[in-house]
């Protein structure tokens, strides 16, 4: 299906027309709305008491894989990844468990290093 240049143009229009429209009456009717600001913090509230619990639970369970991956992601930064892997052997193995892409630590060459001798005669 292709369309012509006038066609998108009329896509792109009704979007802004949309948004524009949402962004309006979002501003002009609920969000000045006492009532609906009420209920809406009473939801949140119900909410939160309803799924305190499971997310602690999921919290808990995750710890070691956030940890992991937090690690990871610091290593990687400073661009240190062989002592990522040489350090935490089972943070790599716990990532990759969960379907992680840890990239694989490379053999870096050692870089020898000429003596500069200075004299000051």
């Known amino acids: 299906m292709t369309m012509d240049e006038h066609e998108i143009n009329h896509i792109v229009a009704m ?13 002009t009717r609920y969000k000045l709305d006492e009532t609906l600001k009420e209920k809406a913090r009473l939801r949140a509230k ?6 305190n619990e499971r997310n602690k639970e999921l919290y808990v369970s995750n710890k070691d894989f956030h940890k992991a991956r937090s690690s990871f992601y610091y290593y990687k930064k400073n661009n240190n990844l062989n002592s990522f892997h040489e350090k935490y052997p089972d943070r790599v193995q716990l990532l990759q ?7 694989e630590a490379i053999e870096m060459p050692k870089i020898v ?3 500069i001798v200075v004299s000051f005669d």
């Open 46 to 51: 119900e909410h939160y008491k309803k799924n």
């Open 15 to 27: 979007y802004k027309k949309k948004r524009e429209r949402e962004y309006l009456n979002y501003h």
């Open 113 to 115: 290093m000429p003596k």
């Open 97 to 103: 468990s969960r379907g992680f892409k840890v990239e």
